[in-house]
């Protein structure tokens, strides 16, 4: 029989699940210039990984770049271009956060806060830094579901790859994760 709070915690990571697979529809994947609600540019090409520009995530490329030290990683494999890779949806917080990030086979990237998503493009090195965070086996020994159930107002992050759902609140210490999560992060605003 589960706790009130377990089972509070299971009707979440549900109800959670079911909105990581919900994308904002359209092409979501153009190539063109993006805008975003208050009127700002947002290219689709990206930094390079050694110079990022005012406009987009100044990490995405330093994030990844910790999986250099993962030893036995192999880039993620791509089907095609429209393939989810990963997705990343970070929620939660006192402030009751919702943000999306989706990485394509395509190499683009579509971070959506609060139903206003941007496209953009990752560069062949950011591109293959996320596939080689994606590639790292360390994932496969990371639990489906790690959340301190005595905290309160914490981010969650749920994501999806390879075939599975991981849903946390960081409150374990998980390099791998931590750093799939740190290089995807980067590419949301505010962030």
Partial sequence: MRTTGEAAAVMFAVCLLGLVGCSSGGDGRA???TGTADGRSTASASPSADSPSASEPASPSAAASASASTSGSRPSPVTGP???LVTLTVSGGFAGVRQEVILRGDGTVTADDKGKPAVHRTSAAQFAKLRTLLGDPALAEIPAFTIDRGAADKFQYALQFN??????DRSTSQPALDRLIDALSAWLPNH
């Fill in 163 to 168: 075939g599975r759902t991981v849903i946390t």
């Fill in 31 to 33: 190539a063109g210039p």
């Fill in 82 to 84: 429209e393939q989810k």
